[in-house]
């Protein structure tokens, strides 16, 4: 019989890998018990990219050859670590960027034409037909993006053809048909709405600060599908609270899960469990991706998707 692989799954979140990853490899699942026995047989790690990387882990793993993000971010993967080591890390890009638009598309009109305020109305028995619930249109609504990357292009895409006039801003310039703004202060004081769309790291925590949520203002609407990190929760449920901001619309947190107590009073918000880009097809492709680079990395090949700058 062939020698099958031992490949160690570190976030129980993807446990629900197992029964794929059995089919080619000994599966070792790191929250039932370290891999003490298997420890020397290890060959590649399976993580979440935004989840820190447990360094105590990987330096007990002697002939580790890959460290394997399931998902398109690798904000929790310390690079520099990573490449003092020698240690490649792969991701899962380009699989599900137009589904976070299609969701982050989805917050923005949820928020601006009230439809769960609405939902909620009607459900709670308040609508009486001498009322009329008015909101805004989306037409002519200034849009602007934070990170014109794939996530970025493709809510662009979409607000454009709703009749949006459409910013972005980024730290680095680039070829684009929308205009750049000169600061992200430019961008947010110019926007209806703020669309959270760019690559997080230690670099950018807090991006998102109290300076750029007030420049939004109290008619703006933030959405953010990126990272919690980028946003300083602290200062935007301020200014949610005392009417500084118009709305936020947010599918993604600080700290995962977020409380519910956290929000329970916080007025004109839109919340989601961070399910922008967990669509069924995405997952698949993610899947996809993960086990071409597991056999390449155990078969001494080149990997299919390296993140640049790794081992």
């Known amino acids: 019989m062939p020698h099958r692989p031992h490949v160690l799954i570190l976030s129980s979140p993807l446990g629900l890998l197992t029964p794929v990853l059995e089919s080619a490899y000994n599966v070792h699942r790191l929250w039932e018990h370290p ?3 298997a420890q020397d047989l290890i060959q590649a790690v399976v993580v979440l990219g935004e989840a820190p990387l447990d360094t105590a882990v990987i330096e ?36 599900n960027h137009e ?4 969701h982050g598309l989805g917050l ?15 459900t709670a028995g308040r609508w009486t037909l001498d009322q009329r619930l008015i909101t805004p249109s989306m037409k002519g609504r200034r849009v602007g993006i934070v990170g014109l990357g794939l996530i970025g292009e493709a809510v662009a895409r979409r607000v454009e053809v709703m009749g949006c006039p459409v910013a972005w801003w980024g730290p680095r310039d680039k070829a684009s048909r929308w205009p750049r ?22 670099t950018n925590r807090g991006l998102i600060s109290a300076e750029v949520i007030d420049a939004l203002g109290p008619n ?6 990126a990272r919690g990190s980028l946003v300083n929760e602290d ?19 600080e700290a995962e899960p977020t409380p ?26 993610m899947l996809m991706l993960l086990m071409r680079n597991l056999a390449a990395a155990t078969a001494g090949e080149p990997l299919i998707t390296p993140v640049p700058g790794a081992g």
């Open 99 to 102: 589904d976070v638009a299609d």
């Open 35 to 37: 891999p003490t026995e």
């Open 60 to 95: 007990r793993l002697p002939n580790l050859k890959l460290i394997a993000c399931f998902t398109s971010g690798y904000d929790g993967i310390d690079l520099d670590w990573c490449r003092a080591r020698g240690l490649p890390v792969t991701h899962a890009p380009a699989v």
């Open 220 to 225: 703006g609407l933030l959405v953010n599908v």
């Open 260 to 285: 519910a107590s956290r929000w329970a009073e916080v007025p004109n918000v839109v919340l989601t469990p961070h399910t922008a880009g967990a669509t069924g097809e995405a997952v698949q492709g």
């Open 235 to 253: 200062a935007l449920i301020a200014a949610l609270k005392s009417g500084r901001l118009g709305q936020a619309a947010l599918d993604v947190f």
């Open 108 to 122: 923005i009109l949820a928020s601006v034409r009230r439809i769960v305020e609405g939902d909620r109305s009607l």
């Open 181 to 202: 703004a000169a600061s992200l202060l430019d961008l947010a004081r110019d926007s209806d709405v703020l669309v959270v769309a760019c690559r997080a790291d230690e």
